[in-house]
């Protein structure tokens, strides 16, 4: 053992870390202590393990390099917890959440409330406390927390709800109802809150599928056992029910998941559900279980900006510990605007063509790779008679109601949508379309579409299906 002393280098490199980070991420994760130095090596205490990962994680590459700047020396930290740091000297931020005025759908609040651009929640996330040290909660995938959500005006206020609810379960935002699209991160932003609650609340969360939690149900039927199942259920702090669109014709289940809202929502438990669409547009689901969905708050994800797709790719590359340069990440945000989970997909193909090939990931060599994520942007494969058919399905009518004369509302409102896509994604003119919709005017198509713009603007989140849709349309045959 020599005598090896750092703390000096230590304290500058807090001093320095301080000055560069806002005052909240500095008293959110530099609750920390000196506690030994060795060999080019210092001991730095953490209150928990949690703490700990997230150091590692976010700050000790950071704290490395200016231990080195400052000392010349390779130092390494070594992080150790200890349950009470020696240090409790920094002031802790209370987690305020900026409170979005927002009205009944969304979208109005954008602008007003949201930051400049894109950026990663832990802003939002000092706490009074430390987390409590606490394993991972086993329903919840570890890496679905908030620190790896990139917040972009898509999904500022889904996001900002999320962190409130995770602060404060049960209390203004009950229930919640999250939707939108496939790949826009409901998933993500519902076990966020879990995550969160987990730590930081020790909250007894269940996050289940609502398909799971029917099967479950049937389960239980059939074995007798419906009395563990109701209890199990109605003892939750929180319950996350993913996916409810799934609960469409499942009559017996709504029923139960009916009794179960009612008993943890006078309990005044959290209850958490995503949708892939608005509720109002979910068909065989009974009356009085809509309106508990639609009860509380309701928000939407948009499919995210190309600032935003920038902002959430450079992420990835970071915590992927891999080196993409900026313009192909540039290519990627600009072929693939459909959804985030396809983004990934793209990065996923690049890092393994770089890591199995050791060699730069080119702009190149991404185009060429990409070749098939990024398809073909005319789309003039799409056939009216694909559109017509994957918009009957979707709203459940007949393919040939959706063609033919029939004018009641719930059949004029999807065949204009099926006009306004097809406007969209294809080459046809008004005349062609009015001849694969009954025979009908062009005039009538120009009206039909006329009317779904003036519905987008009165009504943002018809935006989102949409986008769906044109997604169905364009899988429809691969
Ligand atoms: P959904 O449930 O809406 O289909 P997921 O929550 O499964 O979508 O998200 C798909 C993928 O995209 C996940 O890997 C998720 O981590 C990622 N993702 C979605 N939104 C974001 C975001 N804003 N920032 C970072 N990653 C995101
Ligand atoms: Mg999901």
Same mark, same amino acid.
């Given at each position: ?93 209370s987690g305020s959440v900026p409170a979005s ?23 939002h996330l000092a706490k009074a406390d ?16 908030f ?12 996001a900002n709800a999320a962190i409130a609810i995770a602060k404060n379960p049960g209390t203004a935002y009950n229930p919640c109802? +999250? ?13 966020a809150i879990g995550n969160l609650a987990w730590q930081e609340k020790g909250c007894?969360i269940?996050? +289940? ?11 239980? *039927? ?15 702090d929180m319950?996350? *029910? ?23 929502y006078?309990a005044n438990k959290q209850i958490i ?23 509380g708050l ?181």
């Amino acid at each position: 053992m020599g005598t090896w002393d750092y703390d000096v280098f230590w304290k500058e490199t807090l001093n320095q870390l301080k000055s560069e980070l806002s005052e909240q991420e500095y008293a959110m994760w530099f609750n920390m202590a000196y506690e030994s130095s060795g060999e080019q090596a210092i001991v730095i205490s953490v209150p928990s393990a949690f703490y700990r990962d997230q150091v590692k994680q976010r700050y000790q590459a950071r704290i490395e390099n200016k231990l080195y700047e400052l000392s010349g020396q390779h130092i390494q930290v070594a992080l150790e917890v200890k349950q009470r740091a020696k240090d409790d000297s920094h002031q802790a931020v209370s987690g305020s959440v900026p409170a979005s005025k927002r009205t009944a759908h969304g979208r109005e609040s954008e602008g007003k409330g949201a930051p400049a651009g894109p950026h990663a929640v832990s802003e939002h996330l000092a706490k009074a406390d430390h987390p409590r040290p606490r394993d991972g909660h086993v329903q919840l995938r570890k890496d679905y927390i908030f620190e790896n959500f990139v917040i972009g005006e898509n999904n500022f206020f889904a996001a900002n709800a999320a962190i409130a609810i995770a602060k404060n379960p049960g209390t203004a935002y009950n229930p919640c109802l +999250i939707y939108g699209g496939v790949g826009l991160g409901k998933t993500h932003l519902m076990q966020a809150i879990g995550n969160l609650a987990w730590q930081e609340k020790g909250c007894k969360i269940i996050y +289940i599928t609502a398909e799971n939690f029917t099967n479950e149900f049937v389960e239980a *039927i059939k074995n007798s056992a419906t009395q563990g199942f109701k209890n199990k259920y109605r003892n939750a702090d929180m319950l996350l *029910i993913d996916d409810i669109h799934f609960l469409q014709k499942k009559n017996e289940t709504q029923e139960e998941l009916f009794h179960t809202f009612n008993a943890l929502y006078d309990a005044n438990k959290q209850i958490i559900f995503t949708c892939d669409r608005p509720v109002s547009e979910l068909k065989n689901l009974s009356e009085r279980l809509r309106s508990r969905f639609e009860r509380g708050l309701n928000v939407d994800l948009q499919p995210p900006s190309y600032e935003t797709r920038c902002a959430i790719l450079a992420k990835k590359v970071e915590a992927r510990g891999v080196s993409i340069p900026p313009d192909v990440i540039n290519l990627v945000a600009r072929n693939i605007s459909s959804n985030v989970r396809d983004l990934e997909a793209s990065l996923t193909k690049l890092i393994a063509y770089a890591e199995l090939t050791k060699k730069p990931v080119t702009l190149e060599i991404a185009q060429q790779q990409l070749r098939d994520n990024f398809g073909s942007p005319k789309q003039n494969n799409v056939t009216i008679e694909t559109i017509q058919k994957v918009v009957a399905e979707y709203f459940s009518l007949s393919y040939t109601d959706l063609k033919g004369k029939k004018r009641t509302k719930a059949i004029s409102f999807p065949r204009q949508l099926a006009m306004f896509i097809a406007r969209e994604i294809t080459e046809y003119s008004t005349t062609e379309l009015g001849m694969e919709f009954g025979g009908r005017d062009h005039t009538t198509v120009m009206h039909g579409c006329q009317k779904i713009d003036e519905r987008l603007k009165a009504e943002p989140s018809l935006d989102s299906t949409i986008q769906k849709l044109m997604k169905m349309i364009k899988d429809y045959n691969s």
